[in-house]
């Protein structure tokens, strides 16, 4: 258990005495600053360094659109077909449901800081319009990324392609869901 020291209390004073006189504080003390010896770096040390440090941008004035998160919202024929795949295949987790007069009509799902929007298509723009041409979603994960394929396959996910190494040297695997969206899942280099 932890405990807790006491602050010290002043000390009491006599009635009718006054309180002693306070110190002037002191002044520090110039010290001399610490000389430190450069470090000798190799010619091709110091130019790697200099490549892998990115330079610092100045920003512009007004300052431009800087986002901390981007979500998607994917318009679905079936949404309860849709949030099972989400969820029960790929590993989302519902976080808020929208309902109208009982009936649902969205879901919100997050899988760790990514979130994914999913509303029932009113079909108000026609039942033949084609989902997910031209879009391609992409995730990036610390987890391995063959083990995550497999898992989705155990599931019974199919995957578009198998994990890969990219020529950049980043491993992903593709799946497309129930409405043809694209989603590509990696890891970084």
Request: net charge positive; glycine share 10%.
């Amino acid at each position: 258990m932890a405990t807790r020291k006491k602050k010290a209390s002043p000390p009491k004073r006599k009635p009718g005495r006054k309180a002693p006189a306070k110190r002037a504080a002191r002044k520090p003390v110039a010290r001399k600053p610490a000389t430190r010896k450069p470090v000798a770096r190799k010619p091709v040390a110091r130019a790697k360094a200099a490549a892998t440090t990115p330079a610092l941008v100045q920003r512009k004035v007004p300052e431009g659109l800087r986002l901390r998160r981007l979500s998607v919202g994917l318009t679905v024929n079936d949404l309860q077909r849709s949030l099972a795949w989400y969820r029960d295949v790929i590993g989302f987790v519902v976080t808020d449901e929208w309902r109208v007069e009982g009936t649902l009509h969205g879901v919100e799902m997050r899988a760790g800081s990514a979130e994914i929007f999913l509303g029932q298509d009113d079909w108000k723009k026609g039942r033949d319009r084609t989902k997910g041409e031209g879009l391609r979603i992409y995730g990036r994960t610390v987890q391995d990324i063959d083990r995550l394929a497999a898992l989705i396959k155990s599931k019974g996910g199919v995957l578009s392609h198998e994990p890969q190494t990219q020529p950049w040297g980043e491993r992903d695997f593709g799946v497309v869901d129930p409405d043809g969206f694209r989603i590509t899942f990696s890891s970084g280099a």
